[in-house]
């Protein structure tokens, strides 16, 4: 049976849970002024981007670090993660809650133009949680799911030291001529030739014409295709040969 979540008296008496949160009030008041269109045209200032590793107790000091992962980036894309710490950390939730709102309704085409997959996908997960649409709250479980499922095979490809291996010529012609089982009934993609990501991609824009904040889990899709961003997803799309069941 997997771990279950605090309950609210549980809460109640973490000293953490406060610590955690601890002048959340004051540093919110520095976040998203009126002048949006500012702020995407400010850069964040510094010398070296740095992503952060891990979460620090202390939220001013979590802030200070976080801000290090948008030097020279534009300012709301900075305000956009600080909301989403503010929420996580139980810091007037409703309040910051429907700014965050409000920003992805002002702003969407900026958001996922410019946030990179980490954020789409906090984004999504904070929607999920407190967005009241259940709807827009079951498509957007798609964009992490889908992220996450990446997440955790690419993470094993590194375990393994897999990154960079080539496909076994017998493995290819075994699964262009047969079926290859792979758990519980599940049979294997067959590179080259299979509808099924073409017709989940069908699928996929059907659930997420629901609301218009249900778009990000599209951006996340087109994201994982690029080839660039090497993950299982974008080598199959170079896999792939038959243009009819194209996924991309």
């Not at 094993?156 to 897999?162: C, P």
Request: charged residues 25%; contains cysteine.
């Amino acid at each position: 049976m997997s771990r279950r979540r605090k309950t609210r008296i549980e809460k109640w008496f973490s000293f953490n849970r406060y610590r955690r949160r601890f002048g959340a009030r004051a540093l919110a008041g520095d976040l998203l002024g009126d002048d949006l269109e500012a702020l995407k045209h400010t850069l964040v200032p510094g010398d070296v981007a740095e992503y952060a590793y891990g979460s620090l107790p202390d939220l001013q000091a979590h802030l200070q670090r976080l801000r290090q992962e948008f030097v020279g980036r534009p300012q709301l894309l900075y305000h956009h993660a600080a909301l989403i710490v503010l929420i996580r950390r139980e810091s007037e939730v409703a309040r910051n809650f429907a700014r965050f709102k409000h920003l992805w309704l002002a702003e969407r085409a900026f958001l996922t133009e410019h946030l990179d997959l980490r954020w789409l996908v906090a984004a999504c997960d904070t929607l999920i949680d407190h967005h009241p649409d259940l709807a827009l709250r079951a498509a957007l479980m798609n964009g992490v799911l889908l992220v996450n499922t990446v997440k955790l095979q690419e993470t094993e490809r590194f375990l393994q030291a897999q990154a960079g291996a080539t496909d076994d010529p017998q493995a290819l012609a075994a699964l262009q001529s047969r079926r290859i089982g792979l758990c519980d009934g599940l049979s294997a993609f067959v590179a080259g030739t299979d509808d099924t990501l073409r017709n989940m991609r069908w699928r996929l824009e059907s659930i997420c014409a629901v609301h218009p904040l249900a778009g990000i889990v599209m951006v996340i899709f087109e994201r994982l295709q690029q080839p660039a961003n090497d993950n299982v997803f974008s080598r199959f799309r170079q896999r792939h040969t038959r243009d009819r069941t194209r996924w991309w």
